[in-house]
């Protein structure tokens, strides 16, 4: 391998394809395309959902039409056409699966594919992972269920909830992300056609990760999700949610909205691999991610963000956190990889209003192909944050002269007892470095991966131990070939 | 009121009329942007924390005016030094010893149109009124190979009510010259003056050129300059900005580095208290390889006062070896002042080392108790706190002279004893 070099590599990585770009066949229920109130209405009375949300997304969809698509992120693209999405698309099924064994063995084999690997998991209950599976937009298994009812934790689609919570969907949904936040969460609020809801109660400890699986799969469906995860005060809660897409050429949209809220001395963790469709190596295709996620904290509560992004032709998303109350706890830890012609304009806020709060920013970014990366976050200290502590830092590895990465942090800051710190840097792996490897018998290719992995590790580290796997993988398919 | 200038800047119909002659394209797109363009508003991403529009509610006027002695203006006691009083230039009290190497020429008395400028003036409201309105200018060229010992120096001093200073100054040092500028903005009286200022500065190969500015306004003046900077291959620039007082100040830097091989400086210091707005903005466009930028900031920002930095670095595809450091520092004195920074980096090369940093943070108070304790007062503590955080920019100073003057105006404006 002693002469097998980088431009090599390069176009090793360029002609693999999409690993889990593959389609599932199965009937659907679809939508016309198209979106106007009588779309909304359908999409609601399909949902069977009550008056009062009806009327929500209707408000949302007035609220949308007054807005403007957000144009200030450093991507370019071609803007979808609103009009030619299909906003609703179901699997075709009459009855909702009784037990594992009911549902569709294609689908089964779709997600073993993905390598979520259900059945594994219906072996090993008791370990500690319970799946919300949506394929496109409804919720099809649903496991640990029983277990977590135990507890009294709550954890259901989004339509499940609307059915059988509709007081606590009602009280808490909106309030993190209202419809009049942004353009795409506007959108999300009219159209919304499922996604998953969390409660746990007081003082309850969720014994194990919770997660959901995202796919996209109906050609030309854009899918808006909505997630809710409400965690009660003295609670703790680890939230999983993972993605892949099949191989599509035409852009798909996905407009999702989380929101997050952390009464006092409750903590969150949220942790989001991605590895959505992002388009061939010429840029064709993939799906656009424009999302908004945010959560809130009481007092000494906790939200922590991890994400591994390495899919999706574009990518428009700042997990936030405010923190509201005082001693409260934001954290960000991100690894966003892109290759090709991708382009990623990531980051997050952290909002600063109760007194003592602290807040931690780690984003490493990875530029490959013809890519751009860019981080773009604010840290925003508002006049009664005494004593808040924040700590950004964002490093960007550029791996070809052809990709770019970039860097645009915001930092206001209204009081004086606040201390911040930013710090970024830009560079590309060291010469030096592959050299030192190089000389004790590690391929270059392998050198490459090991320099990732360590450049990375800081997020890594902060995934639950299921999915830290997972993401390594990732990080070694989005760039064992694509590492130049 | 002019009518071409309806949408911005309002101008008393008695406005003398400029004796500078701009090329006719400049000026009609000049007057053409100044037509067309409002003042920039918070919703323009350059102008997101800096509002203006105090700007339209003024009449401006470009009387001149005179005044008795300048000497507490003096920063270095060269000879050479050119006085500018509301724009216009004031023979009396300007000392045209100008050192061999050096041609100096004001703008009013160059006789060809002068000729395109490098400033940008497409939706830069500003820049378009300088152009079009020009009121007083300077050339200095400094001939190949020439080595400047003597400083020159530019004192501008604002006197009156509501008065409007358009002035530009160019500079061009030639192939391996090497020279220094000093830069001095100062008000004598008055409310609601605005001196707005441009340069069109040009560094050619293995040129050395070092500015220093100081801006000493005062808190009912406004400030908006522009430096507009070429950089061909080899050259070196320095420029300091020291804004120790002022109402509302802007300043914006724009470097392009054009040539390999550059090295790049810009430092600067802004103290503020009471209700000053300083902003400092500043571009580093590297477009080709093998070049260097450093950049360091740090502000005290007192009372109800809001500064602002926003550095940006681009790295051009291809410029390949580019070393881009940025730093800023804050320090917050009073819960009602605030602070936005925003240091920006976007590249496109990969071969690159580039990084910044910003901290916000407040003087420590263990340290002032190590101070206290061998018998420092708390005021003399705090100030020495200051003065050594600010110190790193301020020791980029290298001429001695300026060195003291600033001291001298820290002294007269933050009451600093120590």
């Known amino acids: 391998m002693s002469n097998y070099t980088e431009d090599e590599l390069a176009q090793d990585l360029e002609q693999q394809e999409y690993k889990f770009g593959f389609t599932t066949d199965i009937e659907s229920d679809q939508a016309p395309k198209g979106l106007n109130e009588d779309i909304i209405r359908f999409i609601s009375a399909k949902k069977e959902e009550p008056k009062w949300l009806l009327e929500n997304r209707l408000e949302a969809f007035a609220l949308w039409k007054t807005m403007d698509e957000p144009n ?45 690997s259900m059945e594994e998991q219906k072996r090993l209950t008791g370990t500690n992972v319970a799946v919300d599976f949506v394929m496109d937009s409804v919720s099809v298994a649903t496991s640990f269920k029983s277990k977590l009812k135990e507890l009294g934790i709550i954890f259901c689609s989004f339509s499940e909830a609307v059915q059988d919570y509709p007081e606590l969907v009602k009280k808490y949904m909106g309030t993190v992300v209202p419809a009049s936040d942004n353009f795409y969460a506007a959108l999300n609020s009219a159209v919304f056609t499922d996604g998953s809801f969390c409660y746990i109660p007081k003082g309850v400890r969720c014994p194990m990760e919770l997660s959901t699986y995202f796919r996209i799969n109906e050609g030309g469906t854009g899918q808006f999700e909505r997630t809710l995860v409400v965690a009660d005060e003295d609670s703790y809660v680890s939230y999983l949610e993972g993605c892949t897409a099949p191989q599509r050429d035409e852009n798909q949209l996905h407009a999702a909205v989380v929101e997050l809220i952390a009464m006092d001395n409750a903590e969150i963790k949220y942790s989001t691999v991605q590895n959505w469709y992002p388009g061939d190596k010429n840029g064709v295709g993939g799906i656009f991610n424009f999302v908004t996620k945010r959560g809130i904290c009481g007092t000494n509560a906790k939200v922590s963000w991890t994400q591994v992004e ?45 007194k003592n709060t602290k807040s931690t920013i780690i984003s490493k970014g ?7 990366n860019s981080y773009r976050g604010l840290v925003q200290i508002h006049k009664n944050a005494s004593n808040a502590r924040n700590f950004s830092q964002c490093d960007s590895l550029l791996m070809t002269d052809e990709s770019g990465a970039h860097t645009f942090p915001y930092i206001e800051c209204k009081n004086s007892s606040a201390k911040i710190e930013h710090e970024a840097t830009t560079s590309k792996i060291g010469e030096d470095q592959i050299f030192y490897c190089l000389q004790r018998g590690i391929s270059e290719e392998k050198a490459i991966g090991l320099i990732v992995n360590g450049y990375c590790k800081e997020v890594l580290n902060q995934l639950p131990m299921e999915f830290a796997v997972e993401a390594q993988k990732l990080l070694t398919i989005s760039l064992e070939g694509s590492v130049g | ?58 009449d401006f006027v470009n009387n001149s005016a005179t005044i008795d002695n300048i000497s507490s203006y003096v920063i270095d006691d060269t000879n050479c030094s050119f006085v500018f009083i509301n724009g216009h230039f004031s023979k009396e009290h300007s000392s045209q010893k100008i050192p061999a190497g050096v041609s100096i020429t004001l703008l009013s008395e160059v006789n060809s149109p002068l000729e395109a400028s490098s400033l940008k003036l497409e939706g830069e409201v500003f820049n378009a009124m300088n152009t079009a309105h020009l009121t007083g200018g300077l050339q200095i060229d400094i001939a190949p190979n020439a080595l400047i010992e003597t400083p020159v120096q530019i004192i501008h001093i604002l006197k009156g009510d509501n008065i409007l200073a358009n ?115 500043s571009v580093v466009d590297h477009k080709v390889a093998h070049c260097e930028s450093h950049e360091l900031y ?102 001695e002279n300026i060195k003291t003057y600033t001291h001298r105006l820290l002294n007269d404006r933050f009451g600093w004893e120590f």
């Open chain 2, 167 to 281: 002035f530009k100054t160019i500079v061009n040092a030639e192939k391996s010259a090497q020279a220094e500028i000093i830069q001095g903005f100062f008000s004598e009286s008055g409310e609601h003056n605005f001196c707005n200022s441009t340069s069109e500065i040009n560094v050619a190969e293995n040129a050395v050129l070092r500015i220093d500015k100081i801006q000493y306004e005062s808190e009912k003046s406004f400030h908006i300059s522009t430096e507009q900077v070429q950089q061909d291959k080899n050259s070196n620039f320095r420029i300091n900005t020291f804004t120790l007082n002022g109402g509302l100040v802007r300043n914006n830097l724009n470097i392009d580095v054009n040539g390999q091989n550059c090295e790049t400086h810009l430092n600067g210091a802004y103290l503020l208290k009471n209700k000053q707005h300083v902003d400092n903005h």
């Open chain 1, 72 to 116: 200030w992120a450093h991507v370019k693209y071609e803007k979808p056409d609103f009009q030619d999405i299909t906003y609703y698309s179901a699997p075709k099924q009459s009855k909702k699966y009784e037990s594992w064994d009911d549902v569709d063995p294609e689908m089964k084999e779709t997600m073993k594919k993905l390598g979520i």
């Open chain 2, 1 to 58: 009121m002019t009518e071409l200038t309806k949408n911005n800047i309002n101008f008393k119909s008695d406005l003398q009329p400029t004796t500078i002659t701009v090329s006719e394209h400049d000026k009609q797109k000049a007057l053409a942007v100044l037509q067309n363009t409002p003042l920039p508003t918070t919703r323009v991403e350059a102008w997101k924390y800096t509002r203006v529009a105090k700007l339209g509610k003024i």
């Open chain 1, 366 to 372: 990875i530029s490959a192909g013809k890519s751009h």
């Open chain 1, 310 to 354: 390495t899919g999706s032709a574009v990518t428009w998303k700042y997990p936030s956190c405010i923190l509201k109350g005082d001693n409260s706890v934001g954290e960000f830890y991100s690894v966003a990889v892109t290759n090709n012609y991708q382009q990623a304009d990531t980051g997050t806020k952290m909002i600063h209003l109760g």
């Open chain 2, 298 to 399: 740090k502000g005290v920002i007192d009372d109800n006062s809001t500064a602002v930095f926003n550095g940006k670095v681009f790295v051009r595809p291809d410029a390949q070896k580019i070393n881009a450091f940025q730093s800023n520092g804050n320090v917050l004195l009073s819960d009602s002042a605030t602070i936005n920074s925003k240091p920006e980096l976007e590249i496109y090369a990969d071969d690159v080392k580039c990084s910044h940093g910003s901290t916000t943070g407040q003087l420590d108070e263990e340290a002032i108790f190590y101070l206290r304790a061998r018998g420092l007062s708390e005021k003399s503590a705090r100030h020495l706190m200051v003065s050594a955080f600010i110190g790193d920019v301020l020791d980029k100073i290298t001429n």
